[in-house]
């Protein structure tokens, strides 16, 4: 082999390891990201456990209640999704405003939240959920 085609032969094996370093690098970044929810971040930020699950939850009864109902089939399962994970956050914010009320950047994130959500007629909203079915779109196992 002549010494240019070696040379040459030496780029490729180079860029071939730099290309494993990037692809290495990639690799971590995205499994860095993926692993971050799992961390809690909302932990290291000072926030309670117990505040950070409830953020969650309340992050996905609002994505359904701003859910469009364009058929009857989408309106079934934004009924059964509110019902699923609304029910009952009024109150439990109103406990956690308590709990925390001495704790300044707790009571920050809490206030990101609007304070009453639910129907004033909790016992209608009661009856409204326990006459819902969950709608066989919703199901996990199709």
Same mark, same amino acid.
């Given at each position: 082999?002549?010494?240019?085609?070696?040379?040459?032969?030496?780029?490729?094996?180079?860029?071939?390891?730099?290309?494993?370093?990037?692809?290495?690098?990639?690799?971590?970044?995205?499994?860095?990201?993926?692993?971050?929810?799992?961390?809690?971040?909302?932990?290291?930020?000072?926030?309670?456990?117990?505040?950070?699950?409830?953020?969650?939850?309340?992050?996905?009864?609002?994505?359904?209640?701003?859910?469009?109902?364009?058929?009857?089939?989408?309106? *079934? %399962?934004?009924?059964? =999704? #509110?019902?699923?994970?609304?029910?009952?956050?009024?109150? @439990?914010?109103?406990?956690?405003? &308590? /709990?925390?009320?001495?704790?300044?950047?707790?009571?920050?994130?809490? *206030? %990101?939240?609007?304070? =009453? #959500?639910?129907?004033?007629?909790?016992?209608?909203?009661? @009856?409204?959920?326990?006459?819902? &079915? /969950?709608?066989?779109?919703?199901?996990?196992?199709?």
């Amino acid at each position: 082999m002549s010494m240019t085609a070696r040379r040459g032969q030496n780029r490729l094996l180079n860029f071939g390891f730099l290309q494993t370093i990037n692809m290495s690098k990639a690799f971590f970044a995205a499994f860095a990201i993926s692993i971050i929810p799992a961390l809690g971040l909302a932990a290291e930020q000072g926030i309670p456990q117990d505040v950070s699950t409830f953020m969650e939850e309340r992050e996905s009864c609002d994505h359904w209640r701003g859910e469009e109902d364009y058929d009857k089939e989408r309106r *079934a %399962e934004i009924d059964w =999704s #509110i019902c699923q994970s609304c029910v009952g956050t009024d109150s @439990r914010l109103t406990l956690l405003k &308590k /709990k925390y009320q001495a704790d300044k950047a707790t009571m920050a994130k809490l *206030a %990101e939240l609007e304070p =009453s #959500i639910e129907p004033n007629d909790k016992a209608a909203t009661k @009856r409204f959920c326990r006459g819902l &079915k /969950k709608p066989k779109s919703l199901d996990e196992d199709q």
